[in-house]
């Protein structure tokens, strides 16, 4: 929420508005739902992690994030074919939006929508933006791989053969789109094996070596 961005994007609120509408829907025995938008013109990655945790700061029970996608014949449309607004690409929409759903997990609010949803009539007008038909399972399995990469280097593992025990729900999320983790982790030095394993709760991982 911040106002210079909401102001440039002519978004016809500032933050206080956002505060002042959150309280009247709490105080008023109302599920407060919050909505984000991430690489606005204008904005950084920074910006979008402030509002996230001015978000977190309103208790909302649930939370959608949507990276900005640049459709024709609209403002943003025009600024980005001026060179004046550079979108996003898809890997920094999706570093920065598996940072924002981890934050907000873990301060149990629920994201109950990540990325636009996918339409033949909205694809053939996109110009620019990090739109992909499956973004959240991508922002997932980059979770899935930052937790992966901690332990690795908060227990010092060395290169070689790696078992990554996880929820049997987890696996795909851990392996990745096209199992995309397990190529990295490769390219690390890790020859990686993703198990199930009943008895860890979601989003819990351990490694063992060998």
């Not at 900005?68 to 929409?93: H, M």
């Not at 053939?124 to 332990?151: Q, V, W």
């Not at 490769?186 to 860890?200: F, S, T």
């Amino acid at each position: 929420m911040v106002d210079r961005v909401l102001t440039l994007n002519n978004r016809g609120h500032n933050s206080n508005c956002v505060r002042e509408a959150s309280q009247l829907i709490k105080d008023n025995g109302f599920s407060l739902g919050l909505q984000m938008m991430t690489g606005l013109y204008g904005s950084s990655e920074e910006d979008d992690v402030y509002t996230a945790k001015e978000f977190i700061k309103l208790h909302p029970d649930t939370v959608r994030i949507y990276p900005t996608v640049v459709l024709d014949n609209t403002e943003l449309g025009r600024l980005f074919s001026k060179g004046i607004y550079q979108t996003q690409t898809l890997t920094q929409a999706v570093d920065l939006c598996a940072e924002l759903i981890t934050m907000f997990e873990d301060v149990n609010i629920s994201v109950i929508r990540v990325g636009l949803h996918s339409s033949d009539t909205m694809q053939s007008k996109i110009l620019s933006g990090a739109f992909h038909p499956a973004f959240r399972e991508l922002c997932e399995g980059k979770i899935y791989l930052n937790k992966i990469t901690e332990e690795i280097n908060h227990k010092k593992i060395q290169q070689g053969n790696i078992i990554i025990l996880v929820t049997p729900l987890a696996v795909s999320k851990a392996t990745g789109q096209r199992k995309i983790n397990l190529t990295t982790l490769k390219n690390m030095g890790y020859n990686a094996k993703i198990i199930a394993d009943p008895n860890l709760l979601q989003g819990q991982i351990i490694i063992q070596e060998g």
